[in-house]
């Protein structure tokens, strides 16, 4: 099993920027992917970015260029670097780990809030 933990998440101008971060603990050696996903209002939840365990990165289109997702083995913790940020970004992003044995492990989720 392993734990999550999001933080860094608020309400920030359109413009600005944010780093959220996802502590992970537990069972850490058995994951392969680190993602970051969101879900706005009404909408299903998306793939915002992943970084795998050899460091591969995928972005979804609409935050290529203005997001950036990277992982400190030290702190076992993956950040997302939002810059640019729009309207359109505000959801609560969460951050999701999946094992080598295929298991997908949740945070809890921290609200992003972007104003016009």
């Known amino acids: 099993q392993v734990q999550l933990v999001e933080s860094g998440g608020g309400l920030v101008q359109a413009g600005g920027s944010l780093r959220l971060s996802c502590a992970a603990s537990?069972?850490?050696?058995?994951?392969?992917?680190m993602a970051w996903y969101r879900q706005a209002p009404g909408k299903q939840r998306e793939l915002v970015a992943a970084l795998t365990s050899g460091g591969s990165t995928t972005y979804t289109d609409s935050v290529k260029g203005r997001f950036t997702i990277s992982r400190d083995h030290a702190k076992n913790t993956v950040y997302l670097q939002m810059n640019s940020l729009k309207p359109e970004d505000t959801a609560v992003y969460y951050c999701?780990?999946?094992?080598?044995?295929?298991?997908?492990?949740w945070g809890q989720g921290t609200q992003v809030t972007v104003s016009s």
């Open positions: 537990g069972s850490i050696f058995s994951i392969n992917t």
């Open positions: 999701n780990a999946i094992t080598s044995r295929a298991f997908s492990n």
